[in-house]
């Protein structure tokens, strides 16, 4: 089993959606918890961090930290075709590595 | 603009050839990474440096070797290039001096071993 399982997708959604990204982890150690976006051909680009439990928002993201359930959630309000790409949650504790998961491949419709 | 950048950006080549990845940052940053992404793989770590004299196997390591020739710069090597290494590669730079840890990437490099 992978540390950290993440649905590849695709998912499609219409233009105005909100949309929820989630991953799964299994290492109690992990405290630090990011989400990178990676348009195709282009390298991953961090998008939003956050420390242990609890939510964090920034503009039309928000990410969710359940620390209980190992379990953590990017979510896009007004969804625009420019976010459509792949989205990589990555978690690390503190051998200052991180663990990627393989990514939820987000597809914006008009 | 600090950065990240690698050359080449695209590569072909043929099985049994040397081949080697460049990676040089204005960030700053003291450690750097080397990954390899393939379809519904994710990113997998292949070494990583948290200073100059300091070099570390990821978990696919074997059959690639690197070298830290300045805090900016970072190669990652190909000895003896095989069809499986086809993939896309990427250097990241992390600061120590932050908790999280965050990386950032370069825009990659498509190598393709025929």
């Known amino acids: 089993q992978k540390e950290v399982e993440q649905d590849p997708g695709p998912l499609s959604v219409p233009e105005g959606a909100i949309v929820s990204l989630n991953c799964t982890y299994s290492?109690?150690?992990?405290?630090?918890f990011m989400w990178y976006r990676q348009y195709s051909r282009k390298g991953p680009e961090l998008l939003m961090y956050t420390y242990s439990s609890g939510n964090k928002e920034d503009g039309r993201f928000t990410a969710q930290v359940d620390k209980s359930s190992k379990y953590i959630s990017l979510f896009i309000r007004d969804s625009q075709p420019s976010d459509s790409a792949t989205y990589l949650c990555a978690m690390t504790g503190t051998a200052s590595k991180l663990t990627f998961g393989t990514g939820t491949r987000l597809q914006v419709t008009l | 603009d600090a950065d990240v950048t690698q050359t080449p950006r695209n590569r072909i080549t043929k099985t049994g050839k040397r081949i080697m990845l460049e990676c040089s940052q204005t960030?700053?940053?003291?450690?750097m990474y080397w990954y390899r992404q393939d379809p519904g793989l994710g990113l997998q770590l292949i070494y990583y440096s948290f200073d100059v004299k300091d070099i570390n196997k990821g978990e696919i390591s074997d059959g690639y070797s690197v070298s830290r020739q300045a805090q900016a710069k970072f190669s990652l090597s190909l000895e003896s290039a095989i069809p499986n290494q086809t993939a896309l590669y990427f250097c990241?730079?992390?600061?120590?001096?932050?908790?999280?840890?965050?990386?950032?990437f370069g825009p990659g490099t498509r190598l393709t071993v025929l």
């Open positions: 960030k700053g940053h003291d450690r």
């Open positions: 290492n109690s150690a992990f405290q630090y």
């Open positions: 990241a730079t992390s600061d120590s001096s932050r908790e999280t840890n965050e990386q950032f």
